[in-house]
């Protein structure tokens, strides 16, 4: 089972520059999300989608775009990258908005 | 706004030795409650998952419980071993704008000396 891939593991992007982070669950789930996970801070809800083409934005959604065009797929782009968007980020994917979340391994993303 | 609050923030047991690991939020107004495990510089792994309606869960050594009137959720672990070291979460899923979403807690990091 491969559950909910994401990648890249790691990323070194230099500021301003863009890259998509990409994740992918193989579930049929229709709820998916993305987090940012800081020392001291915890995971914070970046932005959800509780079905393909439906989107929202959680916490700390600035700096962060997402579509939905696919159940399976939910990426995270960042259009201009700053140093505050160092962080790992987690995806995650639940088959309702009331049953169990599956996360991600996470993306490992420093921004200098 | 929600909030989430897990206390110890660290924890250091014996091997053998049962444990409780707390969870309290703010708005009672929760679908469900769920505990992860998190391995450093790894994912989250889901434990127990707890919906509103119910009063505790069980796992093998695990044993978890909710309390939605006070907002408290405990972990109790059974016979820790050092294999149980980790940081564990605790989030709960209330309705967003669009959906349901999670709120989670800054985590317990739990150390089991052999």
């Known amino acids: 089972n491969a559950g909910v891939t994401q990648t890249p593991k790691f990323q070194v992007l230099k500021t301003g520059q863009s890259m998509t982070l990409q994740c992918a669950q193989d579930m049929n789930h229709e709820y998916m999300s993305w987090y940012r996970q800081d020392p001291g801070m915890g995971l914070r809800l970046i932005h959800y989608?509780?079905?393909?083409?439906?989107?929202d934005q959680g916490e700390v959604p600035n700096g962060y775009n997402v579509s939905r065009s696919t159940t399976e797929d939910f990426p995270l782009r960042l259009l201009s990258a700053a140093p505050s968007q160092t962080s790992v980020y987690f995806c995650?994917?639940?088959?309702?908005?009331?049953?169990?979340?599956?996360f991600g391994q996470g993306t490992r993303l420093t921004v200098v | 706004k929600q909030e989430v609050t897990q206390i110890p923030a660290a924890l250091s047991v014996p091997e053998g030795e049962n444990l409780v690991l707390n969870c309290s939020f703010t708005d009672s107004a929760i679908y469900n409650l769920q505990w992860f495990r998190q391995d450093p510089g790894k994912g989250l792994t889901s434990l127990l998952l707890i919906q509103s309606s119910q009063r505790e869960q069980t796992s093998g050594r695990l044993n978890a419980s909710l309390d939605k009137s006070s907002g408290r959720s405990t972990l109790y672990i059974a016979a820790s071993q050092p294999g149980d070291s980790a940081t564990y979460l605790c989030a709960v899923r209330r309705l967003g704008t669009s959906g349901s979403r999670l709120t989670f807690g800054e985590g317990t990091q739990l150390t089991v000396n052999p």
């Open positions: 995650a994917s639940s088959r309702t908005g009331n049953t169990e979340a599956f």
């Open positions: 989608s509780v079905g393909a083409g439906i989107t």
